[in-house]
């Protein structure tokens, strides 16, 4: 990795493109050269490198036309170059080398400044995740160690405050109750049967607990929506809050996601809590393979959500407490069995692409406010079969954007006629065989064929469909 040798490198490199006058890079290269020979100056106790750093550092202003005198540090210059190696960000040579100049420089800082010690920590185990991403080989080192020195910087911030936590740098998932979603079941298409059936399953049971106890029905646990993408499982969602009347908590499952230790549960904890603070709500987990995917399959670091989100729903006693938890996912296959059994999300609904009907209901209602010229919308309908909910909104604005462009040009306005929708449609490829090809492979690979029954039955539907086509 970094040492002197890169060390002397970016400091000749440097001088080349000084007198070749790339002065950006030429102090870019300084301050690279400056913050390894602080670190090397810590690691070999030897001053000498001291000296260096700050020849390096006095090039990368002069280059500028800055003047600096006095000598510096090793911490004070070590900040100074990290400081100004951040304006460089994007361009990072030597990441591994900038990020161990800055634990370093927070370790020096503890005593003195813990405050900007923890901050700098923070920053550190920040580019270290980032690091993680970029390299899967070294993913387990890289987050060992940022979730060290992130667990310090949480020690350093506990010990600045009695009682609370500053939280302030540490990354919260934003749990807040959405107000703004005015969806209703009217501006979903179609799906007739399947809106009875959530309102049978789903809304009344959450209205009225007890008439549904009364029946002896099982009322606990939560529903998991599975079926292709852009199908309309979120458009459910946030239309049966509504219908609820109830706080609605729309969580992007991988936004409660964290690599550091503990957050994960932290977070999810901190959502229940909300959620009962502000009942009747509903929780609804969006993406939720991000979340509740199979821990056999997932790494060790990322298996304690799917068992925090088991404690927090054994703990729900559906009797006092009147918080549905709702799920979607386009992977039903990869989320874990322990999250599918009884009490949890042991209810499962399929949402399936829309039929005619709803095809049709679709296209009214997003062009019924829009000028349009003799629409035949039965053979929209026709020419739309297998297509999902969004290809056919993705269609119905190609189709809008073709006179609206000419319009712009021409300063005349037309109306969307057929043809502009013969265009859109021809150029719009639906992924939903794919997704069926792919569901059907999965959950025959994992004998999941009982739990999710209407998926395989609508799979082999739609492969029949397409060996006769
Ligand atoms: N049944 C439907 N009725 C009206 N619009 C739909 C329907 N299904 C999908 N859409 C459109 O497609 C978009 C994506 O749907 P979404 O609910 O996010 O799908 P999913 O959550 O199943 O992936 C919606 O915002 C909406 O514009
Ligand atoms: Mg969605």
Redesign the pocket.
Same mark, same amino acid.
């Given at each position: 990795m970094c040492d002197k040798k890169d060390a002397r490198r970016h400091m000749e490199l440097a001088k080349l493109q000084e007198t070749q006058g790339d002065l950006h890079n030429a102090r870019k290269n300084y301050l690279e050269a400056a913050s390894i020979f602080v670190l090397e100056a810590e690691v070999n106790r030897d001053d000498a490198f001291l000296k260096d750093a700050n020849d390096c550092y006095r090039r990368s202003k002069a280059v500028l036309g800055e003047s600096v005198h006095q000598e510096l540090g090793k911490t004070e210059l070590a900040k100074r170059t990290i400081v100004e190696l951040e304006e460089f960000e994007g361009d990072n040579m030597c990441g591994e080398h900038r990020i161990t100049t800055m634990i370093e420089l927070a370790k020096r800082q503890e005593k003195n400044d813990p405050k900007e010690a923890a901050n700098n920590y923070l920053k550190a185990a920040d580019m270290l995740l980032k690091e993680s991403y970029n390299d899967k080989k070294r993913e387990e080192e890289y987050l060992s160690v940022a979730n060290k020195i992130y667990t310090r910087a949480k020690e350093l911030k506990a010990l600045q405050t009695e009682g609370g936590i500053d939280e302030a740098g540490f990354k919260q998932a934003d749990v807040v109750a959405k107000k703004d979603n005015k969806i209703t079941f009217a501006?979903?298409?179609?799906?007739q049967e399947l809106k009875e059936e959530i309102r049978f399953k789903i809304i009344e049971p959450f209205k009225d607990p007890d008439l549904f106890r009364h029946y002896g029905k099982n009322i606990g646990g939560g529903i998991l929506m599975y079926?292709?993408?852009?199908?309309? *499982?979120?458009?459910?969602a946030m239309a049966t809050a509504n219908e609820a009347h109830a706080t609605f908590f729309h969580v992007k499952s991988s936004d409660l996601k964290s690599k550091f230790v503990g957050e994960t549960e932290k977070n999810i904890a901190e959502l229940f809590k909300k959620a009962r603070e502000k009942q009747p709500s509903i929780i609804f987990f969006?993406e939720f393979e991000a979340l509740g995917g199979d821990r056999s399959e997932s790494h060790s670091h990322e298996r304690s959500a799917v068992a925090q989100l088991l404690t927090e729903m054994d703990g729900m006693d559906s009797k006092e407490q009147q918080i549905l938890l709702l799920a979607?996912t386009?992977e039903p296959w990869s989320i874990d069995p322990a999250l599918r059994r009884e009490g949890r999300f042991g209810r499962t609904l399929f949402?399936p692409q829309?039929d005619a009907e709803?095809r049709k209901?679709?296209f009214s209602?997003?062009m019924s406010r829009r000028p349009t010229k003799e629409i035949d919308y039965a053979k929209l309908t026709e020419a739309t079969d297998g297509f999902?909910?969004?290809d056919? *909104?993705a269609a119905c604005e190609m189709a809008t954007d073709i006179p609206l462009r000419e319009s712009l040009k021409t300063k005349k306005r037309r109306k969307i006629t057929m043809d502009d929708f013969n265009l859109a449609i021809s150029g719009t490829r639906s992924i939903l065989t794919q997704w069926y090809a792919k569901a059907q492979e999965q959950v025959k690979k994992k004998k999941l064929e009982g739990s999710f029954a209407e998926l395989v039955t609508a799979a082999s539907q739609m492969v029949k469909i397409e060996m006769i086509a």
């Open positions: 501006d979903i298409g179609g799906l079926g292709p993408p852009g199908c309309g *499982k979120s458009l459910i969006d979607a386009n949402i829309p709803a209901h679709i209602l997003i999902t909910g969004a056919i *909104k």
